[in-house]
């Protein structure tokens, strides 16, 4: 059981020790630190790197100290990666950056498009539904373009606008297939995510789920895992639901290394 996306106290996430602790106790074997990183061109976001902790550039090599020392106490591998926040108009920063840090894999994200923000759940109540599908449509727009980018190793919750609740439901079939098409067509592999898996306010549970996740099975796209854990109690709940998800969709997870 690898674990490939998790989070420490280098972003928004809890200490080395007890998340490596936990995760050996759920039976993870290998855990793979992929703290947020923002690189966005925008003012607004590049106002709120240091705010909400994606300003992983800065502080990723004192990271990499500190997982040496983690190493040397825990039989588990512990992989040294990234979360990326895409944005189409960040590419070539994007691209210098994973090139000059060499991480072990990375993690490309779409958190955003634009303004509003899918990851903090920004609300579109307000909005009428035509421009609640007006930005799924950007959404996956977005998503398909991380993947055609080709920066990262592993795409992360590929279809998040499910667990909105504004936006639950308006993931398409034409959607689903055009991210089915692009992983078809680059070495970036999806993971199945478990990060809002005993979040009973939010309408995924996994990440693909649905109409997305029909398609990339009936395409036969692998897959990673990932818990998306950011305290150790997220791993005794989270390691056991991928595992029987993957098991009860014959899914072979496979390793982005």
Do not use: W
Request: net charge negative; proline share 4%.
């Amino acid at each position: 059981m690898y674990d490939y996306h998790v989070h420490s106290v280098y972003s928004d996430g809890s200490r080395f020790e007890p998340m490596v602790a936990a995760a050996a106790e759920a039976g993870v074997t290998a855990v793979g630190f992929a703290d947020h990183c923002n690189l966005s061109v925008d003012a607004r976001r590049q106002r709120e790197r240091a705010r909400y902790h994606r300003n992983f550039d800065l502080t990723y090599e004192r990271r990499r100290e500190a997982l040496a020392a983690v190493r040397a106490e825990t039989d588990l591998t512990v992989f040294d990666a990234v979360e990326v926040d895409y944005e189409p108009a960040a590419e070539e920063d994007i691209a210098a950056f994973l090139q000059e840090a060499g991480f072990d894999y990375s993690l490309g994200s779409v958190h955003y498009v634009g303004d509003p923000d899918v990851f903090g759940y920004d609300s579109f109540a307000a909005e009428s539904e035509q421009e609640r599908r007006r930005f799924v449509d950007d959404y996956y727009d977005t998503v398909v373009s991380l993947i055609d980018s080709e920066l990262f190793d592993i795409a992360a919750h590929v279809d998040i606008v499910e667990s909105h609740p504004d936006l639950s439901g308006l993931t398409t079939c034409a959607h689903a297939e055009r991210v089915a098409d692009a992983f078809q067509r680059s070495r970036t592999v999806p993971e199945l995510n478990a990060g809002r898996f005993e979040d009973e306010e939010k309408p995924a549970a996994f990440h693909p789920e649905g109409r997305v996740f029909e398609m990339l099975l009936d395409r036969g796209v692998e897959f990673t895992l990932g818990t998306d854990a950011h305290s150790p109690d997220d791993f005794a709940e989270r390691v056991p639901a991928l595992r029987d998800r993957a098991q009860r969709y014959g899914i072979d997870p496979v390793c982005p290394l």
